[in-house]
T-cell receptor, first 115, second 112 residues
């Protein structure tokens, strides 16, 4: 089972601030993902990475950016937070072996509120 | 048409009964299928995955896959109040792409 950590768990911050949400995993998984989920709503993939120096945008357009300089670390950054960014952000990782897609394991999430 | 569809529920079952959840998917080439449980305010937790047609059992949970009919189901036997949660079906549409498509989830309530 993956050990995947997200910080902070909760963040309340004012409009216009730069925010970085941290995500780290200790299992050496090469694949990592960021999802956005509003309460009671679907998960939406906003970014993913299949390895170091590889990042791609997901299915839902997002004003955030990501980086993958180290295998274990996949931070998400909002340059200028707005109230529309208020949501829960979930980080996940998975490994690849064999011919089948392996499960994604999720961190505990960051609940972000922009005032 | 959404890639993955689930009945939103709520599905209410009495304690000790079997809860049956269904999921259909649109991409006939899909190969990997996952069920996650998500408690309110928490992150999704993997409970089952299945790759081949047929049934796969793990404790009180059974996943059933029928690729010809493009559906995957989850049975929860001897339902407990702790099973009350939203269950997410996730599908990997293509084996060369590791992204998952998630359904909107089915909310299950187990009444004591």
């Amino acid at each position: 089972e993956a050990d995947i950590y997200q910080t902070p768990r909760y963040l309340v911050i004012g409009t216009g601030k730069k925010i970085t949400l941290e995500c780290s995993q200790t299992m050496g998984h090469d694949k990592m993902y960021w999802y956005q989920q509003d309460p009671g709503m679907e998960l939406h993939l906003i970014h993913y990475s299949y390895g170091v120096n590889s990042t791609e945008k997901g299915d839902l357009s997002s004003e955030s950016t990501v980086s993958r300089i180290r295998t274990e670390h996949f931070p998400l950054t909002l340059e200028s937070a707005r109230p529309s960014h208020t949501s829960q952000y979930l980080c996940a990782s998975s490994e690849s072996w064999g011919t089948s897609n392996q499960p994604q394991h999720f961190g505990d999430g960051t609940r972000l509120s922009i005032l | 048409q959404k890639e993955v569809e689930q009945n939103s529920g709520p599905l209410s079952v009495p304690e000790g009964a079997i809860a049956s959840l269904n999921c259909t998917y649109s991409d006939r080439g899909s190969q990997s299928f996952f069920w996650y449980r998500q408690y309110s305010g928490k992150s999704p937790e993997l409970i089952m995955f299945i790759y081949s047609n047929g049934d796969k059992e793990d404790g009180r949970f059974t996943a059933q896959l029928n690729k010809a009919s493009q559906y995957v189901s989850l049975l929860i036997r001897d339902s407990q109040p702790s099973d009350s949660a939203t269950y997410l079906c996730a599908v990997n549409p293509r084996n060369d792409d590791y992204k998952l498509s998630f359904g909107a989830g089915t909310t299950v309530t187990v009444r004591a």
